[in-house]
């Protein structure tokens, strides 16, 4: 994990309290990230391939990441905004948990590298008849998925269900643990309109104990530089977040007021009642709103052009007014919209050719279900083969994809559509 200490899971710096599965298969203590398991991220017992939280890509791969969802986002911005990246490949959406932007904007992210989608949601599945997890995720490799992006409201379930469907997996968010493709539409936001995030101090307020988009959010803040402080009442938040990041990067704060002044950016969080299994941790909501609600007189203390972030869904009137959500500070819309072209960048990393998957994404254990040994951490070797078609795209010279290869694709795909030859070491591979 390049350095990044390990995070705490949980509502006041501990590990999730582990929810009982719903359903059939080994809780979620069995398939603790390996990290929590004492080894670092990418070595552990536990063999899985995909993204399950953002420190997962260092410094380094953050911003490569970026870098590709902006070529993909030159892709959104054409009339016709669709590559054939992935042409020939099926992205499952496997929600567990409600969900609106994160199923739709990774449902649209595929559709714009032309891969199929096969959408599954809990409700109105065949778990109500007692079909277990594991069954379920089998159904959908059976159905031709090659690759799971997975939301469940138990943290640690992305893990083993990379285990039980030998697929990669996105984290689409587990429980209170993380949600690493949030964190990475929010640092290109923020990158967009401060710049280097570096010394950049960004103030996280409100639910941070049971926010899983806080603990990935300071994770990739703190990875590119910045200087966080969580705000909130103390029995919403999280001292043993605090705590992880000795050198002083991260900090918590009960005074709202007295923050504001010296923010670079707001970020604020929905109250997670659905998370709150300890009862008494917010006695009162009038007071909270009283305290904690950024609203107009509130923003009046930020300094001029400080933007205010959310990452929805948002309780206006609660952590929010109305009035400042769709005031010009406002980036909700913008990161709803970056989801996009982030999220392409993610799938296209893990689908396209696996000898030419940069490791960050690519290798994240020793163990496969197919008996693959790999060397932990070995670039651009896949423990799981992700159903790579033969025929796709060969690497590009040098190893993974340096920035501008996703405007590469976009390139390539003008070239194809003219009927020209596809050019050796490109993203638009696949079956044809
Ligand atoms: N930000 C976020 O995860 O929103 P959804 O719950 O709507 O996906």
């Not at 030419?356 to 254990?365: E, F, I, N, W």
Request: net charge neutral.
């Amino acid at each position: 994990m390049n350095g990044s200490p390990t995070l705490p899971t949980g509502p006041g710096g501990s590990a999730p309290a582990p929810v009982a599965p719903r359903l059939a298969g080994p809780s979620p203590a069995s398939v603790a990230r390996p990290s929590e398991a004492g080894g670092p991220v990418g070595v552990g017992p536990v063999g899985v391939v995909g993204l399950f939280d953002v420190d997962e890509l260092g410094a380094e791969g953050i911003a490569e990441v970026l870098s590709d969802a902006e070529g993909f986002e030159a892709v959104l911005a054409r009339p016709i905004p669709t590559v054939p990246a992935l042409r020939g490949r099926a992205v499952a959406t496997a929600f567990f948990e409600p969900s609106t932007r994160t199923r739709l904007s990774f449902e649209t992210a595929a559709r714009r590298l032309s891969a199929d989608v096969l959408t599954f949601a809990a409700q109105g599945s065949s778990l109500s008849k007692g079909e277990s997890l594991a069954d379920t995720v089998r159904t959908l490799r059976a159905l031709g998925a090659d690759l799971l992006v997975v939301r469940h409201q138990s943290a640690g379930v992305p893990y083993q269900v990379a285990r039980w469907s030998g697929l990669p997996v996105v984290n689409g968010g587990d429980g209170a643990h993380a949600h690493p493709t949030q964190a990475l539409l929010d640092c290109a936001v923020l990158t967009r309109h401060l710049g280097d995030l570096a010394g950049r101090r960004i103030l996280i307020v409100g639910d941070v104990a049971h926010s899983r988009v806080a603990r990935s959010l300071v994770s990739a803040l703190v990875l590119l530089g910045a200087d966080v402080v969580l705000v909130g009442p103390p029995t919403l938040l999280a001292p043993g977040l605090v705590a992880a990041y000795p050198d002083g990067r991260v900090r918590q704060s009960e005074d709202l007021d007295r923050e504001l002044p010296d923010a670079d950016a707001v970020y604020l969080l929905r109250l997670q009642h659905e998370r709150m299994v300890t009862a008494g941790l917010l006695p009162e909501l009038a007071e909270y709103v009283r305290l904690y609600r950024l609203d107009r007189r509130r923003a009046s203390r930020l300094p001029a052009g400080v933007p205010v972030l959310h990452p929805g869904p948002m309780n206006r009137g609660v952590e929010i007014d109305p009035e400042v959500a769709d005031s010009e500070r406002s980036l909700v819309t913008e990161q709803v919209r970056m989801g996009v072209p982030v999220r392409m960048a993610v799938l296209w990393r893990l689908l396209r050719a696996p000898e030419s998957r940069p490791a960050a994404l690519a290798v994240d254990g020793i163990e496969t279900g197919a008996g693959t040994e790999l060397a932990p951490g070995a670039p651009g070797r896949s423990a799981i083969d992700p159903a790579v078609p033969s025929g796709s795209a060969a690497p590009p010279t040098g190893g993974g994809p340096g920035p501008g290869e996703a405007a590469r694709v976009a390139a390539q795909d003008a070239e194809s559509a003219r009927g020209g030859p596809r050019r050796r070491g490109g993203a638009t591979g696949g079956r044809a």
